[in-house]
């Protein structure tokens, strides 16, 4: 029986043939080009609703909202991709920056959607929703009509997203810019190469101990070099949206993120304080693991180092199959769905120079199709990753069935599916282990990820929240940024490091990201969430696949404590809910400790 060969390098060309150059995808800007003129019109020209009988009207509005928006997803996920997967591509950019431009253009025309929406009588809205045409969309509906009455007038807000164009998007751009140029010099076994960000990045978790050192000074002493464009690039993104909340009357720098993610600070905060009332069984792994190291404390490049010599390389091949297998005892459609994600080239995995750090996954809507970029290098964390962005692809993949209006999920819920596939290959490596130091190995690399979600990324939540309120008051430093991130690094991870990463605000791109602020806290939010998910995954079987779409389906019209209550009946506003998660977690660093004290 042959088997099957999954390919490395993801075909985009099944979207637009010829990559940045496509006369395809010229074609079919200039498409979209012309429908957010037409739909801009038809908004222009859309008068507030004074009856319930203009619900056929609002759908049509709604109709062609979606076909744009399609096109524009589309178009912008494939430019992304093609930036990602080579960074000297020139061209990519600039369609990147065209891209940007319409998207502003689509939020124009959302917005004086929104605010004309807003504007319609109590009663007539009332009827608006009870009629069939809208009432599927009676959530979506009423948040826009909630978040329309925070903002400034229809005029200032369309100004501000035009203003945002070139003086707040073309920011992040200049991020991706910078550190898709950076290259730094590493040797690794007696030979010196030249690496880019994130190939640096995955030495992380070389085996030999210079090298980890060598690359972290490397990529330390590159950031130092730019650490001033990078403040600067951080402080105007930051300066701007300040700006804008200032504007609109919003004190808390949280009011956004809590909005997008349709979460209460009560929610955030009983989160934060159960994984605070916990970390010292985190911080007992990392005085451990240091000492199996040969090191008096934990440095920051040391995090992800092997505690085995028995690490082995799992070829790409290889990761695929056994993500397959364990997919395999969790449902048939989540399995077929990563079948034809690694057979039909929906994933860039190739270890080669010229492709941004990092990983993601992006859905194309209007082919029913994702892709996934990584850069893959043989370590069952890689593995863990190309899990993760599969169940990604899956959550778009319980959406195809659902109207694109109720498919916007937030950012917390849109880590849970992810979060839930990683989960299912971590604990299956653990189990299969065929000797006691391949299990440790394994373990330890489960609990890793339980370190990133409760240690790291409690440090860019404690520095991003610390930053922006400092920012109020005027430009923060570089070196105000590094003493800033090394506070919080030292706070959150419990004051186990001895050697922090102080340039860590220069290097992740999530600080930079202008779609979203606070990108962090909602890994940690997907993460135990998902852990509540898993449990009743495990004791269900297949048989919970069918209730596990539902919940998938429901991210999207639902706040997040609404959709716990409803599918796990849970309270998550209660510091309970999610100390029933820590504490498996803390499960396994016990088990870790008793194997390794023993």
């Known amino acids: 029986m042959t088997k099957t060969m999954y390919p490395e390098v993801w075909d985009l060309d099944v979207f637009f043939k010829g990559g940045s150059e496509s006369t395809q995808l010229r074609e079919h800007l200039n498409t979209t080009t012309e429908m957010l003129k037409k739909l801009r019109t038809d908004v222009e020209q859309f008068n507030v609703p004074s009856s319930g009988d203009q619900a056929e009207e609002v759908a049509k509005l709604i109709e062609k909202l979606k076909n744009t928006a399609m096109n524009l997803q589309e178009a912008g996920a494939v430019i992304g991709c093609l930036a990602a997967q080579n960074t000297t591509d020139k061209k990519a950019v600039l369609l990147g920056s065209e891209i940007a431009s319409l998207r ?24 608006l929703l009870k009629s069939n045409e809208l009432s599927p969309f009676t959530f979506v509906l009423n948040e826009w009509r909630t978040k329309s009455k925070l903002l400034l007038s229809e005029e200032e807000e369309i100004l501000v997203t035009t203003l945002g164009v070139d003086g707040y998007h073309a920011w992040g751009e200049l991020y991706d810019a910078l550190i898709g140029e950076m290259k730094v010099k590493v040797r690794i076994a007696g030979e010196e190469k030249e690496l880019s960000v994130g190939q640096a990045n995955n030495l992380s978790s070389n085996p030999d101990p210079h090298v980890r050192k060598e690359a972290f000074d490397a990529l330390e002493s590159a950031f130092e070099q730019k650490e001033d464009f990078f403040a600067k690039t951080l402080n105007h993104l930051a300066g701007f949206r300040l700006s804008v909340y200032e504007k609109r009357g919003w004190d808390n720098v949280l009011s956004e993120p809590l909005q997008i993610n349709r979460m209460k600070q009560e929610t955030l905060d009983a989160m934060w304080d159960a994984i605070t009332a916990y970390k010292q069984p985190f911080v007992d792994y990392l005085n451990q693991k240091a000492k199996i190291l040969g090191k008096e404390r934990m440095n920051w490049y040391d995090l992800d180092a092997p505690i085995t010599s028995s690490t082995q390389k799992i070829s790409y091949q290889e990761g695929a199959e056994f993500i397959l297998k364990h997919f395999s005892k969790f449902g048939k459609e989540l399995t077929s769905l990563a079948k034809t994600a690694l057979e039909d080239g929906w994933i860039e995995a190739e270890d080669r120079p010229h492709k941004q ?23 069952m964390s890689n593995v863990s990753t190309l899990a993760h962005e599969l169940g990604h692809a899956f959550h778009s993949y319980a959406l195809r069935p659902v109207h694109w209006m109720n498919r916007l999920y937030a950012m917390g819920v849109a880590e849970t599916a992810s979060t839930f596939a990683e989960m299912i290959v971590a604990d299956a490596a653990v189990k299969e282990a065929d000797s006691p130091e391949e299990k440790l190995s394994l373990l330890e690399d489960k609990i890793q990820r339980s370190v990133a979600f409760f240690m790291n990324i409690h440090a860019r939540f404690l520095f991003e929240t610390r930053f922006y309120e400092e920012r109020k008051n005027g430009i923060v430093s570089a070196s105000r940024l590094n003493e800033l991130m090394e506070e919080a690094q030292r706070e959150a991870y419990g004051d186990a490091l001895d050697a922090a990463h102080p340039h860590f605000w220069a290097s992740k791109m999530h600080f930079y990201i202008t779609g979203v602020p606070f990108y962090n806290f909602p890994y940690t939010f997907g993460y135990l969430f998902s852990l509540s998910i898993y449990a009743k995954a495990l004791e269900e079987g297949t048989n919970f696949e069918e209730k596990y779409v539902a919940l998938l389906r429901d991210t999207a019209v639902m706040t997040v404590e609404d959709l716990a209550m409803k599918h796990l009946g849970e309270d998550v506003t209660q510091r309970a809910f999610w100390e029933k998660g820590v504490q498996l977690c803390v499960k396994d660093v016990e088990e870790f400790l008793t194997l390794t004290k023993g």
């Not at 750090?357 to 370590?379: A, D, E, H, V, W």
């Open 357 to 379: 750090p990092g990983g993601y996954c992006t859905g194309m809507p209007l082919s029913n199709q994702s892709r996934i970029f990584m850069t893959y290098s043989g370590t």
């Open 104 to 127: 502003a253009n689509l939020s124009t025309s959302l917005l004086k959607l929104q605010q004309t929406l807003t504007k319609t009588d109590d009663s007539v809205w009332s009827e």
